[in-house]
């Protein structure tokens, strides 16, 4: 596709998402997950430090540090008024962007529904919080925000215990514990609409200008670039694009 058009097309989709009378309450809040095989230990857990920014009917899912090492990558998700998908995957280092389309999406088996949204949003879908028990919480709020604690299993005997956000559908703390493993999700900063990043930290959301200025491709088109090594050179670093792995022979 033309670039042009299709940035065109990206903007128009973010001026929707921004139409006064729509919006949620914007929320940023920067997470570490922990992934730590039992018992945990320092040297065996795997650490991601990351963002999530909601706003209207988008979600930036934006990577900082994996195991220590700097992260360069988001995912970008954005609902359409008709209860389509569209997805980016941005790597900030290159300025460039993959874009997918909901059919994309459908032929790729990535499904896209409102659980599925659910979970991009906030992280816990409501019908997973509704299969856990209510309990008293120890600490009653956080950032300013009250809490609600819910313990229960999930799947198949995963023990699990949320820290619940209500008015911003959104946790504070997640934690999983599996047979062999353990995996935490853990609050680390909040922003919202009326509220300032408590450590300072500037969310580094992907504005429409840098989106615009980003060199875009459509997911669709990767196969043409398969004999152009310059091309192939960034599609490698493109580790956690969907669908990739057909692309990088």
């Avoid at 659980?115 to 949003?121: A, H």
């Avoid at 120890?138 to 949320?162: A, C, I, M, S, W």
């Avoid at 900063?189 to 429409?208: E, F, R």
Wanted: hydrophobic letters at 35%; glycine letters at 6%; charged letters at 20%.
């Amino acid at each position: 596709m033309n670039k042009n058009i299709q940035t065109v097309g990206l903007a128009a989709m973010f001026m929707l998402a921004a139409t006064p009378g729509m919006a949620e309450e914007i929320v940023n809040a920067r997470f570490e997950t922990t992934q730590c095989a039992t018992p945990c230990t320092e040297a065996s857990a795997k650490r991601l430090q990351w963002w999530l920014m909601r706003e209207d009917d988008q979600v930036e899912i934006r990577h900082l540090y994996q195991n220590g090492q700097p992260a360069h990558n988001s995912s970008l998700w954005m609902k359409k008024p008709a209860g389509q998908y569209n997805y980016s995957y941005l790597m900030h280092e290159d300025g460039r962007a993959i874009d997918y389309s909901d059919v994309d999406l459908k032929l790729l088996a990535i499904k896209t529904d409102t659980q599925v949204w659910q979970v991009k949003s906030q992280l816990v879908a409501d019908e997973e919080l509704a299969k856990l028990k209510k309990v008293p919480a120890d600490h009653q709020k956080q950032y300013g925000q009250e809490v609600e604690k819910y313990v229960g299993e999930l799947g198949n005997g995963v023990r699990t215990e949320v820290l619940w956000m209500p008015a911003l559908k959104l946790p504070y703390s997640v934690q999983y514990k599996y047979p062999e493993h353990t995996v935490t999700i853990q609050m680390q900063a909040l922003q919202t609409g009326t509220l300032a990043a408590t450590d300072a930290a500037v969310p580094p959301k992907a504005s429409l200008t840098t989106l615009t200025n980003y060199q875009h491709v459509d997911y669709a088109d990767l196969g043409d670039m398969e004999h152009n090594p310059s091309e192939m050179q960034w599609l490698a670093r493109a580790q956690g694009a969907p669908g990739l792995q057909a692309h990088s022979h």
